[in-house]
């Protein structure tokens, strides 16, 4: 990727690199860590002002379709303008800082929501986060809703694929988790390709009010 000489970086690759010298081995399978229908939550007291809870669900894995239409479920619900801010934070003032997030790879990753919020409304936060998840999974976003979250979505990564180092870690991932180089190339259709549909199977699917794990970090 850039102004480079392909010849110049092979033989660089080789001499630093030497991937003939490596054996060819199979990756080691990873385990579910616990079963898909119990709740598991913990408490922690720490010399903490305000109270950290993270609410988190088994996730998905890069080789599935999955990945994209979560994705979009976790930037309707993710940021400033989404769900989770504007109902937690700006409605309801329960929440200091708040925000959904995922973690994808070879292996299933997860999806957790965090709130910052007073130790006094740990309860009301909890419920606050239990609720917004229940909507998304019961009913369709709106429309403009999907279409605002990838349009969004789409040029933020165009705009940092004009990135050299982006265009070469692109590149390099891909092909190391085994989506291919075209994958670059197509993520932006994939997303585009969501319907409001993919978003609401997808929240049923994987964010189930009956197996998650809640961690609260407390005073």
Not at 145 to 166: H, N, P
């Amino acid at each position: 990727v850039g102004d480079v000489n392909p010849d110049e970086i092979k033989k660089l690759a080789n001499d630093w690199i030497g991937l003939k010298k490596f054996k060819s081995v199979k990756p080691p399978k990873a385990k579910i860590v616990r079963p898909k229908d119990i709740i598991i939550a913990e408490k922690i007291k720490k010399g903490k002002e305000q109270a950290h809870i993270v609410l988190g669900f088994l996730g998905t894995h890069l080789g599935s379709p999955d990945n994209y239409k979560l994705a979009v479920l976790n930037h309707i619900l993710a940021g400033q303008g989404g769900r989770l801010f504007t109902t937690l934070r700006d409605k309801m003032s329960l929440a200091y800082a708040v925000n959904s997030t995922m973690h994808v790879g070879p292996e299933e990753g997860y999806f957790a929501v965090y709130i910052g919020c007073d130790p006094s409304k740990i309860e009301t936060a909890v419920k606050g986060i239990k609720h917004e998840l229940e909507l998304i999974s019961t009913d369709m976003v709106s429309t403009d809703e999907l279409e605002r979250a990838k349009q969004y979505m789409v040029g933020a990564y165009e705009l940092d694929q004009q990135r050299i180092s982006a265009l070469a870690s692109g590149y390099t991932y891909n092909e190391l988790y085994g989506l291919g180089i075209a994958e670059l190339e197509q993520y932006p259709q994939k997303i585009l390709k969501v319907t409001r549909q993919d978003v609401l199977a997808t929240a049923k699917k994987y964010l189930d009010l009956d197996a998650y794990i809640l961690s609260v970090v407390k005073p």
